[in-house]
């Protein structure tokens, strides 16, 4: 099976305490692997330049990317984290990726600072069979500063099956950051409307909202986390046609993330610890009606 991702890879400068680390990152990569984990074959639409230094990387996990090398620099965030909050400084932003008809079983649009565009988004919509939309770079504005904060915006979300938001995001999507988002995210067309707040996690399906609480243990790098979780619910859709196992999956694979205590794309776990943390959520999820 084939699934086209479309995001910026980055590079990553990560502060953690006094301990910094350069990594790539961005949800082409994170997503990208972990989507290798479960035997996708990997379409991504990037964009990236010069100085990015792993193509071989992409290469030797066998994930496509033709057209992807720009005169611009690398997009680039300087990252600060603290416990489970970080904060994003942007340092560079590289052109707007391009898109062509990519025929896929999937895809997985997860932007992570304005290099799709809304004339792009609609394009991709229209090819889409199934779409999952993580909408992070779509709501990220710069201060002064460079500091990356939300602003709300309004977007067209019709042919979108699946989405993931946190609080703060939904907060500037929809006007709510509960479950009452989700409510209104799926009066949208949205079929499975997910909510992450830290260790809890949510998912609004027809009438009932289904949850997963990760175990609360120390958190160290959450770089990816989200572009983890993403890739292997839609991979987990793709292959079995079953949102409650997808929703386990995906918390398993964010759970096997954090417990590897690794940083950046060292924390991508296998395949069969995700399995493992999947049964395990699968047999505790909770559910109500709304």
């Known amino acids: 099976m084939k699934i086209a991702l479309f995001s910026h890879c980055a590079i990553d400068s990560i502060t953690i305490g006094d301990s910094q680390y350069e990594q790539i990152g961005g949800a082409a990569c994170y997503g990208g692997v972990t989507a290798r984990k479960f035997k996708f074959d990997v379409e991504l639409v990037t964009k990236f330049g010069s100085d990015f230094p ?3 990387y992409l290469t030797e996990n066998k994930i496509n990317f033709d057209n992807a090398l720009s005169d611009k620099p690398t997009t680039r965030f300087g990252i600060d984290i603290v416990g489970a909050d970080r904060t994003l400084k942007l340092v560079n932003q ?3 990726i391009e898109y062509s008809e990519i025929k896929a079983d999937g895809f997985l649009i997860s932007p992570i600072y304005h290099e799709i565009s809304n004339e792009t988004f609609e394009k991709i919509k229209n090819d889409a069979n199934y779409l999952l939309l993580d909408p992070q770079g779509f709501l990220r504005r710069s201060d002064l500063q460079n500091k990356v904060i ?3 915006t309004e977007m067209d979300l019709s042919k979108v099956n699946s989405i993931k938001v946190n609080p703060e995001e939904a907060l500037h999507l ?3 950051s509960d479950h009452e988002a989700l409510k209104k995210l799926q009066k949208q067309g949205i079929e499975h409307c997910i909510l992450t707040n830290k260790t809890e996690v949510s998912m609004l399906v027809e009438d009932r909202i289904y949850s ?3 175990p609360n ?3 160290y790098d959450t770089t990816g986390i989200g572009d983890i979780f993403c890739a292997t619910f839609c ?10 196992w997808a929703l386990c999956f995906a918390g398993g694979a964010a759970q096997a993330a954090l417990d590897s205590k690794e940083v950046g794309l060292k924390k991508i776990p296998k395949k069969g610890t995700i399995e493992t943390n999947a049964s395990y959520f699968y047999n505790l999820m909770k559910f109500r009606s709304v």
């Open 54 to 56: 792993y193509k071989e």
């Open 94 to 96: 590289c052109e707007p």
């Open 150 to 152: 939300l602003e709300k």
């Open 174 to 176: 929809t006007g709510s």
């Open 212 to 214: 997963i609480t990760l």
């Open 217 to 219: 243990k120390q958190v």
């Open 235 to 244: 991979c987990t859709m793709l292959k079995e046609k079953d949102s409650l």
